[in-house]
């Protein structure tokens, strides 16, 4: 590699970023994610409206993981009314995210991921040589479409989460009508898991990860709990603000996360798993334990083994839930608005979504935090490229450049939810 590397527009990734690489004597002397999406204001233009709405706007900052957004949102907002929502109402809403992971995880596997892998261009190219392989995962996210559409209302920006429960209860004969489908997927799923194995993955061992992920002794961790670190750190959601910390950086619209002593961390489907596997299901333990994979992974390339292994949890999750969904009660519980103060947290796909809301006596939103697991993961890439890049240096500069770019999708980043960070004032002039 003689020149620069200049990715303008990077593929296969939601939003719109770019990647610069520049050179000095030879060696490498520059890394930017450049972040040139314009920012979108959520957390400005949610100031001044009713808490009950926030679930349905934060949903729109993201068209793959709205139900993340919707998530952390609700939680956090019932944190701030003390609400404790019944135990139906949790599980359906665990149910929801299962399907938001199936249909993300599907996607990030087959269609993005896995061409790099093979060599392919894109899983276009991927489907004129191994058609099967494509509408296996085609049918594979349609399923976790499928759900959401069931319990949301539709497939994308689903519309029937409400802080305190849901606006109605999805039928019965409908989600057990998905069962034949979820038990395809599950072993499709471990299918996928196993396939996942033998993958070419590319060497770069990273040995300065500190992982972070919400962890509950109970369940993998996905809906809800405290916030674990690989350093031995464990603290509450509502602390997260003390532990973790964001800045602006010059090339980036997104803003970049660091832990209070100022080291990168990483957060995502690594982080879940290494952190988290004793809390997988039977089905992915079992798949696990018969594997040759050695936890924990450290190479930032096997994000798609992570993901094929939460691929199997979720399905087998998915499959338990249907088959015991048999709702009693109100889907949302009652409650009496008041002024207060809370923080919620939980794993979308990409990693770790934290909100933090603020609500006046009559509900209105004073202030609102949200930290996306993109902008926290983004110094943690650019880290990695650094890593990468005395490998780069040594290439043509056509392999040199998709071997940049195959390590920033290897993180499934998603730009569009990173980039809303900035403040908005709006302020009416007097005529």
Known sequence: MKENIEVPALARVEGEGALYIRLKDGAVAEIELNIYEPPRFFEGFLRGRNFQQVPDITARICGICPVAYQMSSVQALENALEIQVTPEIRSLRRLMYDAEYIESHALHIYMLQAPDLLGYESALSLAEVAPEVVKKALRLKKIGNLILKTIGGRSVHPVNTAVGGFYRWPSTGSLKALLPDLEWGLEAAIETARWAATLPYPELEVYDYEFVATHNPDEYGILQGDILSSTGMSIPVADFDSHFIETHVRHSNALHSHTASGKTYLTGPLARLNLNHAQLGAEAQMLLEGSDVELPLINPYKQLLARAIELVEVYSEAVRLVKSYNPKGPS?????????????????????????????????????????????????????????????????????????????????????????????KVEELSI
């Open 332 to 424: 949302r519980v009652p409650f009496h608005v008041k002024a207060g103060e809370g923080a919620g947290a939980s794993e979308a796909p990409r990693g770790l979504l934290y909100h933090r809301y603020v609500i006046d006596e009559d509900g209105t939103v004073k202030y609102a935090r949200i930290v996306p697991p993109t902008a926290q993961n983004l110094p943690r890439i650019e880290a990695d490229l650094w890593l990468l890049a005395p490998q780069v240096i040594e290439m043509s500069q056509e392999k040199a450049t998709l071997a940049c770019e195959h390590l920033v999708r290897s993180y499934d980043p998603c730009i569009s939810c990173a980039t809303h960070f900035l403040k908005l």
